[in-house]
């Protein structure tokens, strides 16, 4: 029979194509979600019965722990931006982290793969980064042979930081970025699927890896980059971080006086984690060690970002009749 992984977080943006990497590679894939109802798409990614969403809330012990029942790998993709509500940085990104590893190690399973984020530091100045941190931390203490992922910020059709910024382009004439001069190392999502992929079939020796792609850049390039894509023209204004952090945590308190109802654009643990280089640290495992090359933004971006353009995907159209008549 088939070996089997579980991923938590299967049916999520990172999730979705480790998912497919893994039954592509021949494996009963089990996608443990809080709604498999809203997950069903993922069955698609294999022959019938091969995917198969199932219910799991990593705060609870139980259903973590039938998920994971009979499988040879785990892989945990659950993450959050959330600090407050019943899904924090906490419950999530360490004490669900926690529980999975706990739980690997007690069912025997053969091989886990956590990602992680780079910036993770149990000392670090945001909530964020101590939560990814800790739960490092804690997958190593029950699972020391784990296979930990730190990518850059991740980029791909389904992302939400080009995506976003690129929404934002239709309705203002000024695209307002905090920390303009942070510097970035964006990684494309499937090249973090193909990691994971690594170290889920132990092809991947255990220990941090950090995932960036070939290009380091700023904040400000990368939204230049953007413009570039979608042919539009924007002005790129810097928010100083005391103005930003300011307006943060007004942010904040509106959200949490609504209860979570609104939710915050921007938020003080935000402006911290952007006050930092978002890099590959010199001397890290990487993309290289896993045998993987990272692809460029360039040869991907297009692909997804044409329909911010004016004219849709019929710009390139045009582009290609000017070409030709020139």
């Known amino acids: 029979m088939s070996k089997l992984v579980t991923i938590y977080g299967g049916s999520g943006f990172v999730g979705r194509y480790i998912a497919q990497r893994m039954a592509r590679a021949g494996w009963r894939v089990r996608v443990a979600v809080r709604r498999p109802n809203e997950a069903l798409f993922v069955r ?5 019965g ?19 029942q009979g499988a040879d790998a785990v892989v945990n993709c659950v993450g959050t931006f959330d600090k407050g509500g019943k899904n924090n940085f906490g419950a999530v990104q360490h004490e669900g982290a926690e529980r999975i590893a706990r739980l690997a190690a007690a069912q025997g399973v053969e091989t886990l793969v956590h990602i992680s984020a780079i910036g993770a530091d149990t000392n670090g100045d945001s909530l964020y980064a101590q939560s990814k941190g800790r739960g490092e931390e804690a997958i190593l203490r029950h699972f020391p042979n784990a296979v930990i992922l730190r990518p850059s910020v991740v980029f791909g059709a ?9 929404g934002m382009t239709r309705l203002s004439p000024v695209l307002s970025v905090v920390g303009a001069e942070t510097k970035f190392q964006p990684v494309f999502v499937d090249d973090v699927a193909a990691a994971a992929e690594r170290g889920a079939t132990g092809k991947a020796k255990p220990g ?15 939204m230049q980059m953007m413009l570039t894509v979608i042919q539009r023209r924007r002005l ?7 103005l930003a952090r300011f307006m943060a945590w007004w942010f904040d308190l509106w959200q949490s006086l609504s209860g979570g109802l609104i939710k915050a654009p921007l938020t003080v643990d935000q402006v911290k984690n952007l006050r930092h280089d978002n890099v590959v640290s010199e001397g ?5 060690d ?3 090359e990272p692809r460029a933004m360039a040869t991907v971006l297009p692909g997804y970002l044409w329909r911010f353009r004016t004219s849709g995907q019929y710009a390139a159209i045009k582009d290609s009749v000017k070409n030709l008549k020139a």
């Open 208 to 222: 941090i890896y950090e995932l960036g792609g070939p290009e380091v850049k700023s904040f400000r390039e990368l």
């Open 284 to 288: 890290a495992r990487g993309f290289a």
């Open 158 to 166: 389904e992302d939400q930081f080009f995506n976003r910024f690129a």
């Open 236 to 242: 790129i204004l810097n928010l100083p971080f005391g």
């Open 290 to 292: 896993l045998g993987i």
């Open 50 to 68: 091969q995917v198969d969403p199932v219910l799991a809330n990593i705060r609870n012990e139980a259903s973590v722990a039938q998920a994971m």
């Open 44 to 48: 698609t990614y294999g022959v019938v």
